[in-house]
Nanobody, 123 residues
Framework: QPHVVESGGGLVQPGGSLRLSCAVS????????IGWFRQAPGKEREGVSC????????RYADSAKDRFTISRDSAKNTVHLQMNSLKPEDTAVYYC????????????????RGQGTQVTVSS
């Protein structure tokens, strides 16, 4: 049974940084795209970033460009999301998910999802 587990969330001041991790077991990431998504209270879940191991394709939402960086640690079957220059509007539960073959920015079009990790940006 595949498992997707997020970690690294927490409370950070505006302008600070966090590094989220998505640990995947039971799946070969060579054949899966990994996406990061977030959902703020009262808002729809939205795509943040995704990465395809097969062709190295990386995508970012406009809100994440120039501040967030997605990367893959092949040895640990883990995908990281480095978030810098955090803003209060980045406050949300962050989820990662795995999709067979290629990632997409649609958060509902994935095969396996984690339970999420809370990110709170506040002074």
């Amino acid at each position: 049974q595949p498992h997707v587990v997020e970690s690294g969330g927490g409370l950070v001041q505006p302008g600070g940084s966090l590094r989220l991790s998505c640990a995947v077991s039971g799946l070969n990431l060579d054949y899966y795209g990994i996406g990061w998504f977030r959902q703020a209270p009262g808002k729809e879940r939205e795509g943040v970033s995704c990465i395809n191991s097969s062709d190295g394709d990386i995508r970012y939402a406009d809100s994440a460009k120039d501040r967030f960086t997605i990367s893959r640690d092949s040895a640990k079957n883990t995908v990281h999301l480095q978030m810098n220059s955090l803003k209060p509007e980045d406050t949300a539960v962050y989820y990662c998910a795995a999709r067979f073959r290629k990632c997409v920015m649609d958060p509902y079009d994935y095969d396996y999802r984690g339970q999420g990790t809370q990110v709170t940006v506040s002074s």
